[in-house]
């Protein structure tokens, strides 16, 4: 994958914005991968993401505030099929309690 690349969303290797496939394109990071081959129905896939539920446990390790800042932080943190715009009806999400 030497010519791979990480972007924002919706911009180019230079930072500037793709007028191709803009941020709020459904599908977009799929759709960058078209020009390389990849050939796929959005319809008709089915989409697997993870999801984490942050439990505050009483182990030693973080003080008590920073295990709470950090549970808000994920709890508010937008999750990944809203995030990519992925149709509702083609998504399956599998979760995962973590203790901190």
């Not at 990944?80 to 149709?87: D, H, S, V, W």
Request: charged letters at 20%; hydrophobic letters at 40%.
């Amino acid at each position: 994958m030497a010519n791979a690349f990480f972007a924002t969303p919706g911009t180019n290797r230079t930072g500037r914005s793709n007028s191709a496939y803009p941020v709020g394109c459904p599908f977009w990071s799929l759709k960058l991968c078209k020009p390389h081959g990849l050939k796929f129905r959005e319809m008709e896939t089915t989409y697997f993401l993870s999801r984490e539920t942050i439990i505050r446990s009483d182990r030693r390790g973080l003080s008590a505030w920073r295990k709470n800042l950090f549970a808000v932080m994920a709890r508010n943190a937008q999750p990944a099929n809203a995030f990519f715009r992925l149709p509702p009806n083609r998504v399956v999400e599998l979760g995962v309690q973590v203790e901190i």
